[in-house]
């Protein structure tokens, strides 16, 4: 069965998504770009050109390219909205045969269907020629105060292209959907949409599978562009100011500034400051004249207030329509491009009192919708096999009451992970497994979910002996935590059942838990890794001071003594600083013995099997 | 499919009618279990095809973000040409001192040949024929041959057939 193609057919600019493998993808169209403009013309020479290069000839040929048919599509050649939106286009529009309205390409009339068939053609074939196969179906989004006629209007345009339409949905709908809404019962959601020429907001509610919309309201004539409109004007006032010269009537200027007031608008989403420098924009009396301006996230939050405002002011009349409060709502989208500005986002989240959802592409969020539709018709989305995810970190409890995580959380199950660790002491010849679950730095403010013993470890330094421990989880949630001790080959395993019956609150407290100690844990991990450090520095002092016995001078041998006692007298206390500073010390008078033995030391050859430097802690050892 | 049929144990000394039912209920068993198995190996070879696709298509995504990224680099680079353009033209350029003059055009030029030695190239030039694949028409003028271009406001760039920036270009009026 072919792939059922996600369209979201826009006013100003469309864009296509499939579902392969189960995942969303957009598709490029054939120029490369991700959305395509909606705008068809003929050419003077008889050619169609639909997207980008329509646009770019526009100004040659105003009166046979069509942008903005969306705002005629089903409706009568009579209504107001029809006889407003006409004076505004450079197109001839005209009564069609049954009351319907009509648009002329080089002499001949065309209803607003076939205009935006040939969008969705052109949309059909560069999707076909990205996935090489042939698209036959699609679901088409259309926005949440479309009528039947209009919605109709769209089915027959996709008729036209070639392309049975499974479903039309409303855009909305379509953003829910993208960020998986439909899954949560009795969600109340709102869709803030704030594009580059219009903006709408919608009220949704979920209830048995089923979104509905609860209100809807919109400006047509409202959106990023007004901003960049702003911006130039604001160049072109502040140049003047500077320079004396008006830029507003050069159109190689205006196209430069026009281009740099877009750049400066988008960087300033992620920056305070944006420079707009235009070298060389015109030449006044005294030679070229360069143009150099900061513009500021506040000047532009200043700029933009009244459209911010004025799209806030709909949003409230829309919540007043629908039988809801703003407490009420649980769930906030953000869909195009305009929202990724700070000041809207902070808009909306000051107005809804809860963060906004803006993960996805803004641009790309409703065609993603689309395509999950599609891909729930062409059952792509399967529910027969549900992959899990962990909930809580695994691992163990190594020297020093660390945890160590094997198995990180929201990793999908069935999965299995392993890694070698050694011996904390010499000698040592069984180690004990602790096994914990939790996101907190220390085992023992992690939930225990078990402890075995591995013994029968041959006898040697510290450090030496490898012993692989192995999580295993199956899909069922059941974890089997193994380990082997390499030289000897013993084994030693455990199994879990579940995740020992946490409920859904235990695991939301344990992850804020970790959160909320963040710090205190990190501080109680530094303080186990300065000692563990110490530990092992005082070890092998001990070593050196046997082994170079008589090789090195008295005095060195005396610093490294004092170091030692240094290290011994900080090492169980609290302070981090002070373990770490005695360590340094101690590390310094050791470097000395190599220094002082480089020439006749021999290197001793690295073992390149060395195990990982993460160590159990030893059992009982003062016994 | 054959399937050999399956050896049943006997169990004690029961009578046949006993085995021949056990037989049968085995053998539905059988049947359910053989379906089961298809099911499983299906979902866990489509499972495994769809982790082959998943991974193919990162690579051309992962492919496709870096084309992306040298894109976005280049655009930038190109508002800094876009300002050689700008200052070269016109009549005042023309009377700078020579040495300086030579050397600004030279570092121009440097730039647009690392460019080349990426596969960039540049376009758009006065008396082109409009290629709305190519140019992008800012507006129209009345002198010249309809249909051409007739200033160049902005040089396009292009890798392989690919535009990466269109010119944006003013073009001659077609007679009405």
């Known amino acids: ?623 | 499919m054959h399937e050999e049929d399956l050896e049943i144990q006997e169990e004690d000394t029961g009578s046949s009618d006993v085995c021949k039912q056990k037989i049968a209920k085995l053998r539905a068993e059988l049947e359910t279990i053989k379906k089961e198995r298809q099911e499983y190996l299906d979902g866990w070879q489509r499972m495994r095809a769809d982790m082959v696709n998943a991974r193919k298509i990162e690579e051309q995504n992962s492919a496709r973000a870096y084309e992306r990224g040298l894109e976005a680099l280049f655009e930038d680079v190109a508002r800094a040409l876009d300002g050689f353009a700008a200052a070269m033209q016109g009549p005042v350029w023309g009377t700078v001192d020579e040495q300086w003059r030579r050397g600004f055009e030279n570092i121009r030029a440097q730039l647009r040949a690392s460019l080349e030695r990426h596969g960039i190239s540049v376009f758009g030039a006065i008396g082109e024929p409009f290629d709305p694949r190519m140019h992008d028409a800012v507006r129209e003028i009345e002198m010249g041959e309809p249909g051409t271009i007739a200033e160049v406001y902005s040089q396009g760039y292009k890798k392989g057939d690919r535009v990466l920036r269109a010119a944006q270009v003013a073009v001659v009026r077609a007679q009405a």
């Open chain 1, 1 to 623: 069965m072919g792939k059922i193609l996600g369209i979201d057919l826009g006013t100003t600019n469309s864009a296509m998504a499939i579902v392969e493998a189960g995942e969303p993808r957009v598709i490029e169209n054939i120029e490369g770009a991700r959305t395509t403009p909606s705008v068809v013309a003929l050419s003077k020479t008889a050619e169609r050109l639909v997207g980008i290069t329509a646009r770019r000839q526009s100004v040659t040929n105003p009166k046979n390219t069509i942008y903005g048919i969306k705002r005629f599509m089903g409706h009568r050649f009579s209504e107001d909205a029809v006889q407003k939106d006409r004076t505004l286009v450079p197109y001839t529009l005209s009564e069609g045969g049954d009351g319907g309205v009509e648009v002329t390409l080089n002499d001949k009339k065309y209803r607003p269907e076939e205009i935006s068939a040939m969008i969705l053609a052109k949309l059909k074939a560069d999707a076909e020629a990205k996935l090489g196969e042939p698209i036959t179906e699609a679901v088409i989004t259309v926005p949440a105060y479309f009528n039947d006629a209009q919605r109709k209007a769209t089915k027959d345009a996709g008729k036209i292209a070639g392309l049975e339409v499974r479903r039309i949905i409303n855009e909305p709908t379509a953003a829910a959907l993208a960020y998986g809404f439909n899954r949560k019962k009795e969600e109340k959601i709102v869709v803030f949409d704030f594009g580059g020429g219009t903006f709408d907001i919608s009220v949704l509610e979920v209830a048995d599978d089923v979104i509905e919309v609860k209100s809807t309201d919109g400006d047509a004539h409202l959106g990023g562009r007004d901003i960049d409109h702003k911006i130039i004007q604001w160049i072109i006032a502040e140049f003047k100011k500077e320079s004396g010269i008006d830029v507003g009537k050069d159109p190689l200027a205006l196209q430069r500034l026009d281009e740099a007031a877009e750049k400066a608008k988008i960087e300033l989403s992620t920056t305070t400051e944006s420079e707009i420098n235009i070298p060389f924009i015109t030449s006044g009396p005294e030679g070229p004249q360069h143009l150099l301006l900061k513009l500021t996230r506040a000047k532009l939050e200043e700029l933009s207030r009244e459209f911010i405002d004025r799209a806030l002011a709909i949003t409230e009349r829309a919540m007043n329509a629908s039988p809801f409060t703003v407490g009420d709502i649980n769930e906030v989208v953000l869909v195009g491009g305009q929202t990724r500005m700070p000041a809207i986002i902070e808009a909306v989240r000051k107005y809804f009192g809860k963060e906004p959802n803006k993960s996805i592409n803004p641009d790309e969020v409703v065609a993603v919708g689309a395509a999950i539709q599609a891909g729930i018709l062409q059952g792509d989305v399967r529910d027969v096999l549900l992959l899990d995810v962990i909930p809580l970190s695994l691992g163990i409890e190594t020297m020093g009451g660390v945890a160590t995580k094997l198995i990180e959380r929201n990793t999908t199950i069935p999965t299995s992970k392993s890694q070698v660790f050694s011996t904390a002491a010499d000698n040592q010849t069984s180690v004990e497994i602790h096994v914990v679950q939790g996101e907190r730095q220390m085992a023992s403010d992690n939930k225990s979910l078990g402890r075995f013993i591995l013994d029968g470890i041959a006898p040697a330094p510290r450090g030496m002996p490898q012993v692989e421990v192995t999580f295993d989880i199956d899909a069922n949630g059941i974890l089997q935590v193994k380990a082997k001790d390499r030289g000897t080959n013993k084994e030693q395993s455990i199994r879990i059942e579940a995740s020992s019956g946490l409920t859904e609150e235990d695991v939301k407290r344990m992850q804020q838990d970790a959160d909320a100690h963040k710090e205190e844990d990190q501080r109680k991990k530094d303080l186990a890794d300065a000692r563990n450090a110490a530990e092992q520095l005082l070890y092998t002092s001990e070593k050196s001071l046997k082994d170079f016995e008589g090789k090195v001078s008295q005095d060195l041998v005396q610093e490294i003594k004092n170091a030692v006692a240094e290290v011994q007298k900080v090492r169980d206390g609290d302070d981090v600083s002070a373990i770490k500073k005695a360590t340094d010390v101690l590390s310094t008078a050791l470097q000395k013995i190599s220094s002082a033995q480089a020439q006749n030391a021999e290197q001793t050859k690295q073992n390149p099997d060395e195990p990982r430097d993460a160590d159990f802690e030893d059992r009982p050892k003062q016994e």
